[in-house]
């Protein structure tokens, strides 16, 4: 059984500050897909990050694979309290996105 | 990106009794899948809805309990059976398209049985 574990579980922080999301697993993905969730709605992917090394970002967020394509990284800069949500990590080893491992979820509340 | 809807939005339930969730998507999709989350937390995949056959179940998962099905390309229901407090979860749909290589979830229904 594929794991994918997040850290950490609840952020609550301030606007204005940067925060890491990390995502780790002893199993070696194709791709990891980053989504937010918001309350009352689906996961909305974020980015994926298909190379072993490769850096994605996308505004204030970024995104990082690990070179052995077993772990991975959220980093967001200057956090807005539009920024809060579940955050959830997602392994595919498919290669087509059909089968994918969802992390344990982290919590991210932006205070204003 | 293809849109995704589910009916209801919300149920209370009573015990022993079942409830058919609907998913409806807005363009011909290759994979439909169902999950269950604990709110605030992971996603745990139910199955795979496959057209015109039965569905693929994860271990910890059975038909009799989840029966779904998929009639077309773009609509599957998810019937959770005889239904006990420990069902209570938010049941999601989602949807692939091929060349896509991600998933597009509905908003989900959120499932409460007493």
């Known amino acids: 059984t594929q794991l994918l574990e997040q850290s950490p579980q609840f952020l609550s922080i301030q606007e204005g500050e940067n925060l890491t999301v990390y995502c780790n697993s002893s199993s070696v993905f194709s791709s990891l897909q980053w989504y937010r969730q918001e309350p009352g709605e689906g996961p909305v992917l974020l980015v994926t990050?298909?190379?072993?090394?490769e850096v994605k970002k996308l505004k204030r967020l970024t995104f990082q694979f690990g070179d052995a394509r077993k772990d991975s990284s959220l980093h967001i800069t200057a956090a807005q309290p539009g920024d809060t949500g579940l955050y959830l990590c997602?392994?595919?080893?498919?290669?087509?996105?059909?089968?994918?491992?969802f992390g344990s979820g982290t919590q991210l509340t932006v205070l204003p | 990106s293809a849109v995704i809807s589910q009916k209801p939005s919300r149920d209370i339930c009573q015990r022993g009794t079942s409830l058919t969730i609907q998913c409806q998507v807005d363009?011909?999709?290759?994979?439909m899948f169902w999950y269950r989350q604990q709110p605030g937390q992971s996603l745990t995949l139910i199955a795979t809805?496959?057209?015109?056959?039965?569905?693929?179940?994860e271990s910890g998962f059975v038909i009799d309990k989840f029966p779904i099905s998929r009639p077309n390309l773009t609509f599957s229901t998810l019937t959770v059976s005889n239904m006990s407090p420990e069902d209570s979860s938010i049941y999601l749909c989602?949807?692939?398209?091929?060349?896509?290589?991600?998933?597009?979830f509905g908003p989900g229904t959120r499932l409460t049985v007493l």
């Open positions: 997602a392994g595919d080893s498919s290669g087509s996105a059909r089968q994918l491992t």
């Open positions: 809805a496959n057209q015109g056959s039965e569905a693929t179940y």
């Open positions: 989602s949807a692939d398209r091929r060349g896509a290589d991600t998933q597009y």
């Open positions: 990050v298909v190379t072993g090394g």
């Open positions: 363009s011909q999709v290759t994979m």
